[in-house]
């Protein structure tokens, strides 16, 4: 074996044990507490960082109703960035953005992050869940920013059940009404024939008497 190619192969074992080390200990005890979700999309550009991305539709497939963009954003710079826009390439649908307050753009402060879905956070509604894509679909997702500029990846579609389920849409179909099962009575089924039972005028005694003679 070469000197360079030994020198190589020892220091990619060396860096085995940091690697190793450093994911037990992101872990921790509790890998929720980190934000930690499977199958979510990341990437950065310029000092905006995009994590946990993914677009969370109705928890049944058949259901009606809309989706949402759930996604967690990064500023490392020392300007706020505005999302001045969300969108679907490709889907013809829009998507509502709102500040986690209710007033005022969705902003992304300078050395901050912004959540995007869950309770008490921003929200970026997609009105008709169903041009959002089938669960398990790939759908390209593009971010516009004030001074970052345009932003796209691609976001896995899923349901809002299990671990999604706090972070998908907060309106949700009402169930269907039930037929009801209520049994109706037949017209004239307890009804009696008519006269039957009664008596007839002829069955009727008639006082007869004797004539009697003088």
């Known amino acids: 074996m070469s000197r360079s190619l030994r020198h190589g192969a020892l220091a990619a074992t ?4 940091p ?23 990341a ?16 928890p049944e497939a058949d259901a009606e109703g809309p989706a949402v963009v759930a996604a967690t954003l990064f500023n490392d710079g020392t300007k706020q960035e505005v999302v001045e826009k969300i969108a679907l ?3 013809g649908t829009t998507v509502k953005l709102q ?16 959540v995007i879905g869950g309770k008490n956070n921003a929200s970026a509604v997609i009105e008709d869940g169903r041009k959002a894509g ?7 997702v593009a ?4 001074e970052t500029g345009d932003i796209e990846l691609g976001a896995t579609i899923v349901p809002a059940t299990s671990f999604f389920e706090g972070f998908g849409p907060s309106a949700l179909p ?23 039972g009664s008596e007839s005028p002829s069955d009727t005694a008639t006082p007869t008497g004797e004539a009697t003679t003088g």
């Open 143 to 146: 971010f516009t920013f004030s």
């Open 89 to 91: 390439p490709g889907t």
């Open 14 to 17: 060396a860096l085995v044990f």
């Open 174 to 196: 009402s169930p269907k009404p039930t037929p009801s099962t209520s049994a109706s009575e037949t017209p004239g089924e307890a009804s009696e024939t008519p006269g039957e």
């Open 43 to 58: 990437t950065a550009v310029d000092n905006i960082k995009i994590q946990n991305l993914n677009i969370i539709t109705q």
């Open 134 to 140: 089938a669960n398990g679909n790939v759908q390209a």
């Open 99 to 114: 500040a986690a307050k209710g007033k005022g753009p969705l902003v992304v402060p300078a050395g901050g992050r912004v």
């Open 19 to 41: 690697i190793a080390a450093l994911s037990a200990c992101s872990a921790g005890n509790d890998a929720q507490t980190l934000q930690v979700r499977p199958d979510n999309a």
